[in-house]
């Protein structure tokens, strides 16, 4: 009896350390949510991690915006790098080419996510092939819309395409300070919606070469018409960073449309007269751009499994629907259609949008190529360059950038 009481207690002891040393799987999240984001997550979203996962610890850390992609650098220069990270979108190929993340494309259940994931910010973990994280959270931008000013135009809802909002460019009125729509800057993000609507590219689709594509007949043809637009006086000069601005410019009713993200409208009240809905096609296209940020496993982590689990975790149901009230759109299919919108019914214009959103270009070599296109853009409606010399130049520069 003593020896069997000996080996039960062995046993028991075992199963304790056994226990315990699961408990002590502890990985760390480095995060930049706001602190209305981050509440949601630690109220809502961490403790049903934890209770569905008790062995795995997470220890969130909100680090500032700014300097974090240095902070990461340091971090992994000193083996002193979390075990995760949310990244900015634009900045994901940048870490992948340093070395410094993890591909995703071999681990468990990873068919399954890229199965479901929306294809547009799933494209944005992209690099030489492999995917280097997860999309987490993610937005747009769509058609927000002055109900007044679209009925001084003859409309009773937002016109479904480019062309019927086109046929009442006559009613525009830009001596007293009335346009049809606005196209808030030159930069890409502003520019980049309407040129793919328009039928434009920047690249092919595997993001390996500009020519052929950026200075094609119809990306040409495109910019050209967005400069015919503010020549016409269609659009006003705020496509060159004039007054009034897409935010002033669709409250004061100088604008019956402007193209902008979900923050118009979770900034303030609830604003029923500026109903939102998908960008006005072409030929059936109705593109705009992928924003948001994604989840990343950085190379060092001693944590590999958990660290997974915990990605795929902020994928599900019970992470991303209760960051919708924080905000966040879901970047998984599956989830989209279980947002309730009924508090909030400018979303559905956004989660419909999404379902055909473009990424950046996912390349270590971004930010430079990002200024070589809000060069050209600029130049073309500047009329420094025309639209083919301008995209002529740009192209040969960005081939050069990818083939780095």
Same mark, same amino acid.
């Not at 399954?112 to 547009?120: F, S």
């Given at each position: ?11 028991? &002891?075992?199963?304790?350390? #056994? ?43 909100? &680090? ?14 000193? %083996?002193? +790098? ?6 900015? $979108? ?20 990873? +068919? ?23 999309? &987490? @959270? ?29 046929? +009442? ?65 269609? $659009? ?13 410019? $669709? ?27 998908? $960008? ?22 001693? @944590? ?12 599900? %149901?019970? #992470? ?5 009230? #924080? ?29 055909? #959103?473009? =990424?950046?270009? =996912? ?42």
């Amino acid at each position: 009896m003593k020896k069997l009481m000996a080996v039960l207690l062995a046993l028991t &002891m075992l199963l304790t350390m #056994a226990c315990s040393a699961l408990a002590e799987t502890e990985i760390t999240f480095w995060h930049t949510y706001s602190e209305g984001e981050e509440k949601t997550f630690l109220e809502q979203v961490l403790p049903a991690f934890e209770a569905a996962y008790p062995e795995i610890k997470v220890n969130p850390i909100r &680090m500032p915006y700014e300097g974090l992609n240095q902070q990461i650098i340091t971090a992994v220069a000193g %083996e002193t +790098a979390p075990d995760l990270v949310r990244m900015d $979108i634009t900045w994901v190929a940048q870490f992948a080419k340093l070395g410094a993340l993890l591909p995703i494309d071999e681990m468990e259940g990873a +068919a399954e996510v890229l199965a479901d994931a929306l294809p547009g910010p799933m494209a944005t973990t992209v690099y030489q092939g492999k995917h280097y994280g997860v999309p &987490m @959270n993610t937005n747009t931008t769509t058609g927000v819309f002055n109900l007044e000013r679209l009925k001084e135009l003859g409309f009773d809802a937002p016109p479904a395409t480019l062309d019927e909002l086109l046929a +009442a460019a006559d009613k525009a009125d830009p001596a007293n300070e009335k346009w049809l729509f606005a196209v808030q800057g030159s930069f890409n993000w502003a520019m980049l919606p309407f040129i793919w609507t328009l039928g434009g590219s920047i690249t092919d689709d595997d993001f390996t070469t500009a020519t052929g594509y950026l200075n094609s007949e119809a990306t040409v043809k495109a910019l050209e018409t967005v400069k015919a637009w503010m020549d016409e006086k269609i $659009i006003s000069t705020s496509v060159l960073g004039e007054e009034p601005g897409t935010w002033g410019g $669709i409250e004061a009713g100088n604008y019956a449309m402007v193209v902008e993200g979900p923050w118009f409208y979770s900034a303030g009240e609830a604003k029923p007269n500026f109903p939102s809905a998908p $960008i006005p096609s072409v030929d059936g296209r109705s593109v705009s751009i992928v924003g948001g940020e994604d989840l990343v496993m950085l190379k060092g982590t001693k @944590n590999q499994e958990a660290a997974w689990t915990f990605m795929k975790f902020m994928l599900s %149901e019970e #992470a991303q629907i209760p960051m919708v009230n #924080a905000g966040m759109i879901p970047t998984m299919a599956s989830n989209l259609d279980k947002v309730d919108t009924s508090a909030s019914p400018w979303m559905d214009a956004y989660l419909e949008q999404l379902k055909t #959103a473009a =990424p950046r270009m =996912p390349s270590a070599e971004w930010p430079s190529i990002e200024e070589v296109l809000n060069t050209a853009f600029e130049s073309a409606l500047r009329g420094v360059m025309s639209a083919q010399e301008a995209l002529d130049a740009a192209a040969a520069e960005i081939d050069a950038l990818l083939a780095k």
